[in-house]
């Protein structure tokens, strides 16, 4: 059976009642996204909220992902199930990522019909990865939680394999931090609005050598300012004279708290620049950063680090007291 799509074509999708698909329909469709989303995490146990106004304000952003071509709605009877999109690009070291991703509500799992859109999305990313040269690696991607067995399984049935693993810690505010000071020539000081691109320019700098790099743009640098949870005020960033040293730029997210019932503070995107990487830095910013957040009641506070950080990352993590919740899964097959 065939399915269309907006002028696109999704083959082999199963012949159930009601089952139709569709392309983006506009600014409506944020908050059918969101829904799902909430949904697909509260089956899967997975934390994390959206809301429609988030979404639209990161589909401002997007890049290298056509929302005319790369994105599929799935309803039955008329009301969506389940969405995903596709997208591509391209690391420093010149491999080429072809990427994917499908939320799709439980009931309707098990059916064929995630395996229908996931060959939709492939032979889409197969046709784009033919723009590019011929004699690059290029990979298929896409991602699942340790408590996502259907689409794990999804994975494994599609040939994909594990290529890389990251991990969510949490840290509970009930034990008491130590904090650890920073070497004598730096210092903490409140971030300003004209410090906000040298930060951007610093963590650029800082994530170069790390795992899946991808070279940000100008666009990215927006995104970045636009993020629903840009607290400079909460930062942690550290500076010699003029030069932005390290930072954890944190962060709370009053929805998720809210909607978990819980006080969770983020202890996020931290970064120490090459030069002064081993000399104690991430740790006083990280364990300022977690005394912060206690005495502003927070309950816990949380972060997420790649498994093989080339710096060691998880080990600093552990030592102050952070503890593995979930795992994640980056999956990967030759394309």
């Not at 969506?80 to 070291?93: A, S």
């Not at 034990?175 to 730096?186: D, I």
């Not at 000081?189 to 930060?199: L, S, T």
């Not at 930062?235 to 978990?260: C, H, L, Q, S, Y």
Request: glycine letters at 8%; aromatic letters at 12%.
């Amino acid at each position: 059976m065939t399915l269309l799509i907006n002028a696109l074509r999704i083959e082999n999708a199963p012949d159930l009642p009601g089952l139709t698909f569709r392309g983006f329909e506009g600014t409506p469709d944020f908050g059918h996204m969101a829904e799902i989303i909430n949904t697909v995490n509260k089956t899967d146990q997975n934390e994390g909220t959206a809301t429609a106004e988030e979404i639209e304000k990161n589909y401002e952003f997007l890049q290298r992902s056509d929302t005319d071509k790369d994105l599929v709605f799935i309803e039955l009877d008329g009301t969506p199930v389940g969405y995903g999109r596709c997208m591509w690009d391209k690391e420093i070291t010149g491999k080429y990522l072809y990427s994917f991703f499908i939320h799709l509500k439980e009931e309707s799992r098990g059916k064929g019909i995630g395996t229908a859109v996931a060959g939709h999305f492939i032979r889409r990313l197969t046709e784009i990865s033919a723009k590019h040269p011929a004699e690059a690696q290029k990979y298929l991607q896409s991602w699942a939680s340790s408590t996502q067995t259907w689409y794990s399984g999804l994975m494994e049935k599609l040939g994909f394999e594990p290529a890389r693993y990251g991990i969510s810690m949490v840290r509970p505010a009930s034990e008491l931090m130590t904090v650890s000071p920073l070497r004598e020539g730096l210092e903490v000081r409140e971030v300003q609005p004209e410090d906000y691109r040298k930060v951007w320019e610093a963590d650029k700098e800082a994530f170069r050598d790390h795992w899946g790099y991808v070279e940000p743009t100008e666009k990215d640098y927006q995104a970045y300012l636009e993020f629903p949870y840009f607290e400079p005020e909460l930062w942690k960033v550290a500076w010699e004279g003029d030069e932005v040293v390290g930072m954890v730029r944190n962060f709370i997210n009053p929805k998720e708290n809210e909607t978990r019932n819980c006080r969770r503070g983020y202890t996020e995107f931290i970064s120490v620049r090459r030069p002064w990487r081993r000399q104690g830095v991430a740790r006083s910013l990280l364990t300022q950063s977690v005394q912060m957040f206690i005495e502003k009641g927070m309950e816990e506070t949380a972060l997420g680090v790649d498994t093989q950080n080339p710096n060691n990352a998880m080990h600093l993590y552990k030592s102050v007291g952070y503890k593995e919740t979930k795992r994640f899964t980056t999956f990967r097959k030759p394309l």
